[in-house]
């Protein structure tokens, strides 16, 4: 049986903009944006 992995987020906007987390790829050659959040 797989486990399961819980994690909160949350969607942050103000001033019209929304709040990103900036993430580096494996190979060091790239970036991806996700929300902020965690696991529980």
Do not use: S
């Amino acid at each position: 049986m797989e486990k399961i992995r819980l994690r909160a987020c949350a969607l942050i906007i103000k001033d019209g903009a929304i709040l990103l987390i900036e993430f580096a790829n494996d190979h060091g050659d790239g970036v991806h944006y996700n929300l902020p959040a965690g696991g529980l």
